[in-house]
């Protein structure tokens, strides 16, 4: 099927996309800065409450990961830990960290881009947001603007490998 003959999308999946998109323009601000471009928005009740991009080498805090810091925000603005009602869009794949904390935040819903085999704790190298021993369990859409998300990624740290060769 073409480009031109691609179904519509549902009303559902253009939301997805077009919070992603403020997700993308997040890792970007975060790759301007030097950090790995990864960025995050929190929507509750069909409104961005909160957006972050990683700031861990700016802030030197191993926990400043941009879902964490949106996370941390959106419970600022809403008033309340608990983001029952929340979806994160997020543009990687959550680590153990990351999940954990949506774990606990009890959020509906993670919306992510590119999936992370090597630490991605949404459904591909562990899965937190289905597991029955934990006290909450939550929604994953993996692979919104998938190409996007890696070729923002890839861009990165192909430049930081050309830094570190000079």
């Not at 471009?37 to 700031?55: F, S």
Request: proline share 4%; net charge negative; charged share 25%.
């Amino acid at each position: 099927m073409s480009d031109e003959e691609q179904e519509p999308l549902t009303p559902q999946a253009a939301l997805d996309q077009k919070y992603m998109k403020l997700a993308l323009e997040q890792a970007e601000l975060a790759a301007q800065i030097g950090e790995v471009p990864i960025g995050a928005v929190v929507v509750c009740g069909g409104e961005v409450v909160a957006v972050a991009h990683n700031r861990r080498e700016i802030d030197n805090d191993p926990s400043a990961h941009a879902e964490f810091l949106a996370m941390q925000k959106a419970s600022k603005k809403l008033g309340r830990w608990r983001l029952s009602g929340c979806t994160v869009y997020v543009t990687l794949e959550p680590c153990l960290m990351c999940a954990g904390l949506m774990v606990n935040a009890r959020i509906d819903r993670c919306v992510f881009g590119a999936f992370d085999p090597k630490g991605g704790a949404t459904g591909t190298l562990f899965d937190v947001s289905s597991d029955s021993r934990l006290n909450h369990e939550f929604a994953v859409l993996g692979g919104v603007l998938a190409e996007e998300a890696s070729a923002q990624l890839k861009a990165f740290f192909k430049e930081r490998r050309q830094i570190n060769k000079l």
